[in-house]
DNA sequence: GTGAGAACTTAACCATGGTTAATTTCTCAG
DNA sequence: CTGAGAAATTAACCATGGTTAAGTTCTCAC
């Protein structure tokens, strides 16, 4: 059950197994049917998950009540709402599961306990804020930056496994166009 | 010369002024001139500054070679690049002075020395981080669910001084569109 | 296997914004 | 004050993407 989840941490930062045990010990495993809302617009994210398996997507409102996708978390990933977990700030986005997910959940009142067994842990929370911030700017930067069919390529090249489990209107909806206009876009690319 | 800077950080966090001279200490003081180049892409921002007077426009460079003003940074407020602080990367943005500019600097170096003056500076510096977190994540959000005639107003409201000292090609590009767009979009509002 | 509904593509039409160039207005050095 | 260059506006043209609707393909529950 917490075979992934180790290796996930391990890889960014070595920790004594025994260590990894005993913080897994607080979490609990919690299931999500393909529809549910994980977190709504509006709720407090209240704790860090990480997904076992399944897709989610988070998506904003726009002034026309349109849900715009606008970023996915697949299997073997951690889960959360930063924003939510530092400052209490009821999200921005719905995080709605796309397909079936197994999620290991850890409520945020555990954090100090999980702190105080190894003060490695805090300095691993602080690199995923810091990789959050990165992940961010990246994401404004290549809107502003990048034509929609730069965009395109660079999500099915940098995410082919997500790419590959994911309707094609979710993509459209990323990139900000309609499905007719990433229908035309992909025309083009086949025939060039 | 330390009012302003003193006035910003007690507005968030009041410290003994004991304290905030002797961190001052560690500052020094420098000038840019209209069109000066304060930090270029690929360059590393070894500093935190902090504008008495001026100016600061943040541009990327698209995949034709034009530069998008991205950001833009006024009189009585910190100027860093994060990213580069944190964790050496290089920036991806051009910093260019759109007006004279008097900035307060501390080198990065230094912050060991300040934090150990009273630890609640590096509680203010983590502040920090998490507001640049809290505002790219609002700009991301903000280009993917508003309209561009919405982002304008928005801007005028926000920041009505940065506005009105602002040539109005910085703001067409800062909102992704050609400057005779924004003049269409601005007649379109005289008449509405 | 079958049928219903979702997803995807295609086509036709239209509105919006890019592009270019001309014109007017603004700004500031000399 | 004057002239040169930058900034802003305007107009005309064109390409691109939104919209709508129709048609096709896919998916999955029964």
Redesign the pocket.
Known sequence: MYRQVKKYINDRMPFPDDDLEKALLFSDIQYFKKGDYILRAGEQCRFIGFLNYGLIVSTLIDETGKEIPCGFTKNDCFFTYTEGLINNAPSHKHFIALEDCEMLMLQKDKLPLIFSLNPKFETLFTKMLADDLRIALLAEQNIRIC???ERYLHFIETFPDVFNR???????GYL?????????????L?KG
Do not use: D, F, Q
């Open positions: 034509s929609v069919e994911l309707p094609l209107k979710y993509i459209a900000g166009i309609e499905p007719p206009s990433l229908s035309r876009l992909r025309k083009r086949m």
